[in-house]
């Protein structure tokens, strides 16, 4: 019987035991839950449902639209009607996200060329060096050194060959050996 009565009050002992441990972690869970609960309300009250983009140039309705938060840039652009046939979309992420106030701007395949040829120029115009995979015959003939019969191997080996990759090899060239190259290396570029 002493046996029994121990063994009754060691289980009783046990599971009230657990029961207060259950009781803690259970507290735990609840305030747990309630902090990140609190934390995605506070999220979602300082992020707008919506933003506001304005989408200009190639497209068929160019204008300000709203858009829900965490559109992507096709979202506007369907939103705008389109690109039209003339649009140069080559440089547009389409995939990516939208912000509040942002301009959406699409060039036309022509605005995009001039702009391009507008940097170029300004890149060569900036230094003052000739760059021999562009470079005419007669702006090679500019060059110490290179007369017309010498510009036009420039040019026959840079079209048979390809672009040069460096300068140097500017010498591969049947008649510009070290010494020419030497006039002309600080002059040239790639």
């Given amino acids: ?20 441990a259950s009781y803690f972690q259970s507290t735990e869970l609840v305030e747990e839950t309630e902090v990140s609960h609190t934390e995605e309300e506070t999220v979602e009250t300082l992020l707008p449902e ?39 979309d080559s440089e ?13 701007y699409v060039y036309t395949v022509d605005e995009a060329k001039a702009i391009a040829e507008e940097l170029k120029e300004s890149q060569n115009a900036d230094d003052g060096l000739i760059n021999i995979n562009t470079a005419t015959a007669a702006e090679l003939q500019t060059l110490p050194g290179i007369g017309e019969a010498k510009a036009n191997q420039i040019v026959a080996y840079r079209n048979s060959k390809g672009e040069f990759s460096s300068i140097d090899e500017i010498k591969n060239v049947s008649g510009i050996g070290d010494g020419i190259f030497n006039q002309i290396n600080s002059l040239i570029k790639i």
């Fill in 1 to 20: 019987m002493k046996r029994f009565i121990c063994f009754a009050c060691c289980s009783l002992f046990l599971f009230t035991g657990c029961t207060q």
């Fill in 50 to 88: 919506t933003i506001y983009v304005q989408v200009a140039g190639a497209v068929a309705h160019p204008d300000v639209y709203e858009l829900p938060t965490g559109s992507r840039i096709y979202a506007a652009l369907e939103a705008a009607g389109g690109l039209l046939d003339s649009a140069d």
């Fill in 92 to 104: 547009i992420n389409q995939a990516a996200v939208l912000e509040d106030g942002q301009k959406l």
